[in-house]
């Protein structure tokens, strides 16, 4: 079955280091979306793709950045990890207009 | 850029009563506007989406509405079960599969 996957599923790094959340999917979904979970906050978007080599700023991209060099794949770059960047990011995808976004089951990153 | 507002932020119910989120959007060009359930530990799933050429759409227990002119939409739960407990979320984008904002979430306590 079509799926998408992300890794490290638990990760805890220290301030200052670069980190890298990876997301495959196997849907062959164009659009890719990465959203931080926040307690409060909901879930935020961060970047997304609209297809390879595109990718777009959303509401909290300061400190983050995505490339797409194929269909399958969207790593989230931690340049410099922050405490504030202690979160759970969900990895996202859909086929396209009138198309559902599907969630991958997360990534718990503690940042100390 | 788009914003979404969703209230209440806690909702706690008897088992068999009804509950309803409420949710404003802030861009006119919104068209697409799905809910998601998440459980505890788990990622955000689909349960039901409205497009904005319809006013009201229903799935056995489950109905949101959408108010246009005033930019609000609404979930509605009835005959509550201790399984609907669970964090709520609205979102709003245009065509859906593309760029989606989320509210902050509800979360919803069914009292057996």
């Known amino acids: 079955d079509a799926e998408i996957t992300q890794s490290p599923r638990h990760k805890i790094t220290e301030t200052g280091r670069q980190v890298t959340l990876a997301c495959h999917q196997t849907w062959n979904h164009n659009n890719m979306f990465w959203y931080r979970q926040d307690l409060g906050h909901g879930l935020r978007l961060i970047h997304y793709?609209?297809?390879?080599?595109?990718?777009n700023k959303g509401e909290v991209s300061d400190g983050y950045s995505v490339s797409r060099s194929n269909t399958e794949d969207l790593p989230l770059t931690l340049e410099s990890a922050a405490s504030s960047q202690t979160s759970v990011y969900f990895c996202?995808?859909?086929?396209?207009?009138?198309?559902?976004?599907?969630f991958g089951e997360g990534s718990w990153l503690t940042v100390v | 850029g788009e914003n979404v507002e969703q209230h209440p932020s806690t909702l706690s119910v008897q088992e068999g009563d009804s509950a309803v989120i409420k949710c404003t959007y802030s861009d006119s060009a919104s068209n697409y506007f799905p809910w998601y359930k998440q459980e505890l530990g788990k990622r955000p799933q689909l349960i039901i989406d409205?497009?904005?050429?319809?006013g009201e759409k229903k799935d056995q227990r489950i109905a949101v509405t959408l108010n246009k002119t005033a930019k609000h939409f609404s979930l509605h739960i009835t005959e509550t079960q201790p399984e609907d407990s669970a964090v709520y979320f609205c979102a709003a984008s245009i065509s859906g599969g593309f760029k989606t904002i989320f509210g902050a979430g509800t979360r919803l306590f069914v009292k057996a």
């Open positions: 793709s609209y297809g390879v080599q595109d990718t």
């Open positions: 996202a995808s859909s086929g396209g207009s009138g198309n559902t976004i599907y």
């Open positions: 409205i497009r904005s050429n319809v």
